[in-house]
């Protein structure tokens, strides 16, 4: 894998517009985005809905993945081309959840909706009719899934990369600041976790740095130790499928997880460890 | 929406789910005398340091929860519009912002 294999421009997009081995796919929170207009031909995820377990805390499981994808009209053999709102965050995870499932071929649009707003580029509010089919998922890789234990076991041996705002991690937030800041969970970070927000891997226009920039973040600034495992982690998990996607797919590191409880689960444990206070 | 994703609706959240204890910065964007219902504000911190983003809502609108202290507000808009406007954030104040490109 390279950044070539699973990232692609809006130019790389427009020109597959209609290709009947590419579903491009809208994944948001806030579907009424879809509604209000889409890249032509493109269907929808909605990231709670339809990724999430309607009753108890996790994500579809293998067979809820496959009923979606039949019933989106997505076929194992098509190229999936993922994008969305908030700078990409939930197409990486639902990239992310792709790669969990085993499908072959998945892209992620640099820059996702944003830029291709702001590029003025055609938005269509017709709604694509696809023919089901019967996708078959594989067992989820858990390679690429960390749960707490696993997490609260990595403390001061692998790399743990907190990707919330500096406020979030010194614990004077508990959500982002478009958010309402009333839950009730304890604030502060991970102890020995890095602070390198999801913001400082993408430019303003949404599209990721270039792989030199990247590993300098990491590797020159934050100090990540590339040689050792990482787990990345947010608040639940989408704006670390953002990093996870940076240092796994693009910088092709070996073993990276995304800690999908992130600081909901983790600063809701009793008894385990937390610092507070500015990155070190 | 709650606040069990993390994402920014376009608007901003309502500010019904505010407390009054909250640092709200909201405002709305027009470009020629109509709203700008197509661009996203940025908050941002010392050194433009990325803090927040909201889609702009249909009509032109915006809403962050920050924490208190100065910031930079920043729009973009298709077309390349631009503007940056600096504001303070308190708790229990609703700081608003309209701004013209």
Known sequence: ?280 | MTADGCGAPAGGVAASAATGSQAVVEGRVVHDGAAVGTGYARLLGTGDEFVAEVPLGTDGGFRFFAAPGPWTLRILAPGGLRAERAVQADYGQVTTVDVAL
């Open chain 1, 1 to 280: 894998m390279s950044r070539s294999d699973v990232l692609v421009d809006a130019d790389w997009a427009e020109a597959h517009i209609g290709d009947p081995h590419v579903v491009i796919v809208e994944v948001d929170e806030d579907t009424s985005a879809y509604d209000k207009g889409h890249i032509p031909g493109a269907v929808k995820i909605d990231w709670k809905k339809d990724l999430q377990d309607p009753v108890r805390r996790d994500f579809v499981d293998k067979t809820g993945f496959e009923a979606l994808l039949s019933e989106r009209g997505i076929s194992n053999d098509d190229t999936v081309l993922l994008y969305g709102g908030n700078n990409n965050w939930f197409a990486a995870y639902a990239y992310w959840y792709f790669r969990l499932y085993g499908h072959g071929k998945v892209l992620l649009l640099d820059g996702g909706r944003k830029k291709w707003e702001l590029d003025s580029r055609e938005l269509s509010t017709d709604v694509p009719s696809r023919p089901k089919t019967s996708y078959t998922a594989t067992e989820q890789d858990r390679s690429l899934r960390a749960l707490r234990d696993e997490v609260i076991d990595a403390i001061g041996k692998r790399n743990l990369v907190d990707v919330r705002s500096p406020d979030e991690f010194a614990g004077r937030l508990l959500a982002p600041a478009h958010l309402p800041q009333e839950q009730a969970q304890r604030a502060g970070h991970i102890p020995t976790a890095r602070n390198v927000p999801w913001s400082k891997a993408a430019n303003e226009d949404g599209t990721f740095r270039s792989d030199e920039e990247l590993r300098h973040l990491y590797a020159d600034e934050a100090g990540l130790d590339f040689g050792k495992d990482t787990i990345a982690y947010c608040r639940i998990g989408e704006r670390s499928a953002h990093t996870w996607f940076v240092l796994h797919e693009l910088l092709e590191q070996p073993n990276v997880k995304n800690y999908d409880g992130s600081w909901t689960e983790y600063g809701s444990l009793v008894g385990v460890p937390i610092e507070l206070g500015e990155a070190r």
